[in-house]
């Protein structure tokens, strides 16, 4: 048994548990779906009525239609891997320029305005915002440097193991089927649920906690599947930064070690997503429709929206900290084998540590995610608009006549033919973009937030040019890291599973 075995402290009977959660609640969801659709017959009605009424209009191209559609989401995957590799090699220069670009931007317009308009309140709302911003990009210039260069890096990983996008799809798939079921459950139960509590004792405090259940319940499997499919995916990135080999299988394999702790991680997130989820439902199903709609009234209720809102705002603020604190815990239970507890601490350390290194990746993926989102827009959509009018509107007899304002049912239909491309090519660049976070925050892991983490001989995958900005800027970085508080411990090296 090596170092690494004997430290793990996983509770690994909760998956189990767990798992049981998760046959349960599919199976209410789809009985649930079974009941509405067997006692709501117009439903069933309308959704026969849509779906001959499309299979009338499209007729013989009803077949070319699912083809396109399929057609379009490989081409959509080839696109995304496109530009994954397209970063992999510019990632870094696009970043920083967009980080020093916009306060340089806007400095140059405050200047404009000065000289271009005689109102100087003007040039002001510019100047102080970018005044403000290139401060902050100065204090930490280094560091943006190094966080453009390992999220050029975390392109390049995603780039390498392609394999890492499986997972991803495998959660999409069972989150769509999550979605469904949940939506169907609180429908079927929001129906139902005053008949049940009839004739019994019960509050209406005992509906709230039924509908707490069922929507932690639903939010327990979701953020539990997404965990599962981000530790697949850090144990790829981890072999890629280490060695020269992964798997899918090989990280299965190591994933199942802390089993326990990862559902435990997905249960905890879950639970305060759920209070916030719970009060959003409960305030729009029942308090605000309750009061008399008098002008008393409706200040008032203005007044508790605005207040409710407010509300709902902070609790989704701590809601970002409590993930912001936890940035790492998923990584350390995977890498570490800590349990979660443990790893639950010692990620708030090093968050807190590596705060603007994790602010830099996010703003990489953002601009990532941007630029993506510009480039999937400009192919699909251009190429859909003019496929739909030039050959699919015409071959669908849709009229040139005028719609409104001058525009024309041809082009309103071209339109929504682009949106549909758009839409199948921009899902699969989107999924893309949650890889290249995993492998940020894996490479940021090893090493920035904790390099007395491993030795040197774990970073052979690490290019020249990264390897110099750490050099060059890890003694800076380091003084910002209470090294002899952190508790830190090595083990040996890994061997080739």
């Known amino acids: 048994m090596t170092t690494e075995e004997r430290r793990v402290r996983d509770f690994?009977?909760?998956?189990?548990?767990?798992?049981?959660?998760?046959?349960?609640?599919?199976?209410?969801?789809?009985?649930?779906?079974?009941?509405?659709?067997?006692?709501?017959?117009?439903?069933?009605?309308?959704?026969?009525?849509?779906?001959?009424?499309?299979?009338?209009?499209?007729?013989?191209?009803?077949?070319?239609?699912?083809?396109?559609?399929?057609?379009?989401?490989?081409?959509?995957?080839?696109?995304?891997?496109?530009?994954?590799?397209?970063?992999?090699?510019?990632?870094?220069?696009?970043?920083?320029?967009?980080?020093?670009?916009?306060?340089?931007v806007l400095t140059g317009a405050g200047i404009y305005s000065f000289i271009a308009f005689s109102e100087v309140w003007i040039g002001i709302v510019l100047i102080v915002p970018a005044a403000f911003l290139l401060i902050i990009a100065l204090l930490v210039g280094k560091r943006v440097v190094l966080g453009s260069k390992i999220f050029e890096m975390s392109n390049e990983a995603v780039n390498d193991e392609k394999s890492s996008l499986t997972p991803v799809f495998f959660f999409a798939l069972m989150s769509l089927i999550t979605l469904i079921t949940g939506i169907a459950a609180a429908v079927f139960t929001s129906a139902n649920i005053d008949q049940w509590l009839a004739g019994t004792t019960?509050?209406?405090?005992?509906?709230?906690?039924?509908?707490?259940?069922?929507?932690?319940?639903?939010?327990?499997?979701?953020?539990?599947?997404?965990?599962?499919?981000?530790?697949?995916?850090?144990?790829?990135?981890k072999r890629w930064n280490n060695y020269k080999d992964s798997s899918l299988k090989i990280a299965i394999r190591e994933i199942w070690k802390v089993k326990g702790s990862i559902v435990l991680f997905g249960m905890f997130i879950a639970f305060f997503d759920a209070i916030i989820k719970t009060i959003q439902f409960f305030a729009n199903r029942n308090w605000f429709r309750k009061w008399k709609k008098n002008k008393v009234w409706t200040k008032t209720m203005m007044v508790l929206k605005i207040i409710f809102f407010i509300f709902i705002i902070i609790l989704k603020g701590l809601f970002k900290i409590l993930k912001f604190l936890n940035y790492y815990t998923l990584t350390i239970i995977v890498v570490e084998k800590r349990g979660f507890i443990r790893s639950v601490v010692r990620s708030a350390d090093l968050s807190l540590d590596s705060a603007a290194d994790i602010i830099i990746g996010k703003t990489g993926v953002n601009i990532a995610k941007g630029l993506f989102t510009l480039l999937t827009m400009g192919f699909f959509s251009s190429g859909g608009f003019f496929l739909g009018y030039y050959?699919?509107?015409?071959?669908?007899?849709?009229?040139?006549?005028?719609?409104?304002?001058?525009?024309?049912?041809?082009?309103?239909?071209?339109?929504?033919?682009?949106a549909l491309f758009f839409l199948f090519g921009y899902l699969p660049t989107s999924a893309i973009l949650r890889p290249i976070s995993t492998a940020y925050k894996t490479i940021l892991f090893f090493h920035i937030a904790d390099p007395f983490r491993g030795n040197p001989g774990r970073r052979s995958r690490i290019s020249k040019d990264i390897q110099k900005n750490i050099d060059d800027i890890q003694a800076e970085v380091m003084e910002t890291y209470d090294k002899e508080e952190r508790p830190t411990w090595e083990k040996p090296q890994e061997a080739k599973a």
Do not use: R
């Not at 379009?72 to 970063?87: K, N, P, R």
């Not at 209406?204 to 981000?230: G, N, P, R």
């Not at 699919?392 to 309103?412: H, M, R, T, W």
């Open 202 to 237: 019960a509050g209406k405090w005992v509906e709230y906690v039924v509908f707490f259940v069922l929507i932690y319940a639903y939010l327990a499997i979701h953020y539990t599947m997404l965990h599962f499919s981000d530790a697949i995916n850090i144990c790829i990135f």
């Open 391 to 418: 050959w699919l509107a015409n071959q669908l007899s849709i009229p040139d006549a005028e719609f409104a304002l001058g525009i024309s049912y041809k082009i309103v239909f071209s339109l929504a033919i682009g």
């Open 12 to 104: 690994g009977l909760i998956f189990y548990f767990w798992f049981l959660l998760v046959i349960a609640a599919y199976a209410f969801g789809f009985y649930a779906i079974y009941q509405l659709v067997v006692k709501n017959t117009d439903l069933v009605q309308w959704v026969l009525e849509k779906f001959n009424s499309v299979t009338t209009v499209l007729g013989d191209y009803l077949w070319w239609v699912v083809g396109v559609a399929g057609a379009l989401f490989v081409i959509g995957i080839v696109f995304a891997y496109l530009q994954v590799w397209l970063m992999s090699y510019i990632g870094a220069e696009i970043v920083n320029t967009v980080i020093f670009g916009i306060p340089l």
